[in-house]
C-alpha cells in the first residue's frame, strides 16, 4: 500500500511539474526570473511551515548544515537555474533536456548510495547522450531575439542540481519525515534567493501583476512548489531514487504538449532527440525494485 501511495505521489508531482513550463514562461513576461522564483517558495514556505511544526519541524531547522545544502541544490540551484533558462530558450527545449535528470540521478545513485551499475544504465546514458546532442545541435532553430545556447546550458545545470537533491533526500528519508524535510529545505533555499532576487529588483524594478499573474504565481507557489517538493519527498520514503526519478519522463512530454500552446513549432531532429533521451531512461527503469524489495531481497 504504501509503495502505492509512492507511485501515485510520484504521477501527480510530474504531471503538476509538466504544467508548470508554460506557466512560468507566461510569468516572465511580468517578472524578472530570481523574484519569480524568490516569490513562489516564500508562498510554498508560508504554506508548508505551519503544517511541518505539527512533525516536529521548528525555524531554526532552516540553519542546520544539512537543510541548507538541500535547499541550495532543491530550491535554489533548481529552480532558479530552471526559470532562468526559460529567459534564453523555449519550453520545449526545456522539457526535453530535463529528460536527462533521471540518468544523472542513476549515475549519482550508484556513486553516492551504491545503487548496482547495470547494463540497462550504461546504455541508458549512451541513448540519453546521442539525444541530447540532436537537441543541441537543434537548438538553433529558438525563437527569435532568444540565446538558446546559454538558456539550454542553464536548464541543464538545473538538471544536475536536483539529481543532487534528489540523492540528498534520499539519504535523509529514514531519519526526517517528509514534511520537514521540505518545509526547512524551501525556506533555506528562500535565504539563498532572497540577496539575488533583492540585487534583481534593484536593476529591472519590482513586478507588475495582472489578475491572471496572480493566479499563476500561487498556482507555482501551492501546487508546483509547496505540494509537488512534499509529494517529492514523501515517495522517496517508499520508493529508491532510482525508481523515483524515472517519472521525470512524463515531465517532458507534457512540457513539449504545452508548448505547442504557446505556438513553438519544435523541429523533427529536436523532437526525435528528445525521444531518444525519454526512451534511454525507461531502458533504465527496466528491472528496477522498489525500495521494499530491496531491503528483503524480493
Known amino acids: 500500500?504504501?509503495?502505492r501511495r509512492g507511485y501515485a505521489a510520484l504521477i501527480l508531482t510530474t504531471v503538476i511539474w509538466g504544467s508548470t513550463?508554460?506557466?512560468?514562461k507566461l510569468l516572465l513576461e511580468q517578472v524578472a526570473p530570481l523574484q519569480l522564483t524568490l516569490l513562489r517558495f516564500v508562498i510554498a514556505f508560508v504554506v508548508l511551515a505551519p503544517l511541518a511544526a505539527r512533525q516536529?519541524?521548528?525555524f531554526k531547522d532552516i540553519f542546520k548544515p544539512i537543510f541548507l545544502l538541500f535547499g541550495l541544490t532543491g530550491t535554489t540551484l533548481y529552480f532558479a537555474f530552471q526559470t532562468l533558462g526559460m529567459n534564453y530558450t523555449s519550453v520545449t527545449s526545456t522539457s526535453l533536456i530535463l529528460a536527462i535528470v533521471p540518468v544523472l540521478t542513476s549515475i549519482f545513485a550508484v556513486i553516492f548510495l551504491k545503487e548496482k551499475l547495470t547494463r540497462q544504465l550504461i546504455a541508458s546514458i549512451g541513448l540519453v547522450t546521442v539525444g541530447m546532442v540532436l537537441v543541441a545541435l537543434s537548438s538553433g532553430q529558438e525563437e527569435q531575439g532568444s540565446n538558446p545556447l546559454l538558456g539550454n546550458l542553464l536548464i541543464f545545470a538545473s538538471g544536475l542540481a536536483w539529481a543532487v537533491y534528489t540523492i540528498q533526500g534520499r539519504k535523509m528519508s529514514g531519519d526526517y519525515p517528509a514534511l520537514v524535510m521540505t518545509a526547512a529545505s524551501t525556506g533555506a533555499g528562500v535565504?539563498?534567493?532572497l540577496p539575488f532576487a533583492g540585487w534583481e529588483?534593484?536593476?529591472v524594478g519590482l513586478p507588475h501583476f495582472n489578475a491572471a499573474g496572480v493566479a499563476e504565481i500561487v498556482?507555482?507557489?501551492l501546487?508546483?512548489?509547496a505540494l509537488t517538493m512534499f509529494l517529492w519527498n514523501y515517495a522517496l520514503h517508499y520508493l529508491p531514487a532510482s525508481i523515483a526519478i524515472t517519472f521525470v519522463n512524463l515531465?517532458?512530454?507534457i512540457g513539449v504538449a504545452s508548448g505547442y500552446i504557446l505556438g513553438e513549432n519544435p523541429p523533427l531532429l529536436k523532437l526525435a532527440g528528445g525521444a531518444l533521451a525519454i526512451a534511454g531512461v525507461f531502458f533504465s527503469s527496466r528491472g528496477a525494485k522498489p525500495a521494499a524489495a530491496e531491503e528483503t531481497g524480493k
Open 191 to 193: 535565504l539563498f534567493l
Open 56 to 58: 516536529g519541524f521548528h
Open 201 to 203: 529588483a534593484a536593476v
Open 223 to 225: 501546487a508546483a512548489s
Open 21 to 24: 513550463f508554460i506557466v512560468t
Open 251 to 253: 515531465t517532458p512530454v
Open 219 to 221: 498556482y507555482l507557489g
Open 1 to 3: 500500500m504504501t509503495t
